[in-house]
């Protein structure tokens, strides 16, 4: 079965600070790999996500994630952070055998301290 | 678009009383997909609908959970009788889907129920 590993439950960094939010996961077939973020008392928003081509992937407001297959990692990074970013950060993998079900991880929490 | 579009947005009840959750998804999205988000389990999903029709629901925990989707702009979560236990934010997502399902889920805004 597949699943998702978010390593750290929450991240505290200061503002301006790089972070890296760390996501494993567990698939015996091709994946398909989201970073999902939800601020406060909202839903859950696609940030990026992996499906084929270059590993690395980008979002419009400058996170991005690698794609790494030999230790079935999609880490997110960002080299300078705003209190803005300041949300719980899902990792998601997508089963093409199940109709595309998401599976997520616990969720990490960033607190992005001035 | 207004997006996904959940209501209640909060709903308190006694144990026992019946509870319905709705849902109306983007506009030609053709699946529906609902979870639910508690800080012992996280994000579960309870059943998924494409077209309208129930494709996998075995993420429903228990014979009080019911969920229906009558035509492709509403859908209904209902749990009856509702426990203490059932206390947890409740996501409706939609996808578009005419890309296959890599489509992008997005995501309502949430019902917090809260089971006394």
């Known amino acids: 079965a597949q699943s998702v590993t978010q390593l750290d439950s929450q991240v505290p960094v200061f503002e301006e600070a790089p972070v890296e939010l760390r996501c494993n996961y567990s698939s015996s077939v091709s994946v398909y790999l989201f970073w999902y973020v939800q601020y406060p008392n909202q839903g859950l928003q696609l940030l990026l996500k992996y499906l084929s081509g270059s590993t690395l992937v980008e979002s419009i407001n400058g996170f991005e994630a690698e794609f790494n297959k030999s230790q079935t990692s999609f880490h997110l990074r960002k080299p300078s952070v705003h209190i803005s970013d300041t949300a719980e950060y899902f990792c998601?993998?997508?089963?093409?055998?199940?109709?595309?079900?998401?599976?997520f991880g616990q969720g990490t929490e960033l607190s992005v301290k001035p | 678009d207004a997006g996904v579009i959940q209501s209640p947005r909060h709903e308190v009840t006694e144990m026992g009383q019946e509870v319905t959750l709705r849902c109306k998804p983007i506009s030609g999205h053709n699946s529906l997909f609902w979870y639910r988000q508690t800080m012992m389990r996280g994000l579960e999903l309870l059943i998924y609908?494409?077209?309208?029709?129930?494709?996998?629901d075995s993420g429903m925990p228990e014979d009080r959970f019911s969920a229906k989707m009558p035509n492709a702009s509403f859908s209904t979560l209902k749990i009856q009788p509702s426990e203490p236990r059932d206390s947890a934010v409740y996501f409706c997502?939609?996808?578009?889907?005419?890309?296959?399902?890599?489509?992008?889920?997005?995501f309502g805004p949430g019902t917090r129920l809260t089971v006394l």
């Open positions: 998601a993998v997508l089963n093409r055998n199940q109709g595309g079900k998401l599976i």
């Open positions: 609908f494409n077209n309208n029709v129930p494709i996998d």
């Open positions: 997502a939609s996808r578009d889907g005419t890309s296959g399902f890599t489509d992008t889920q997005y």
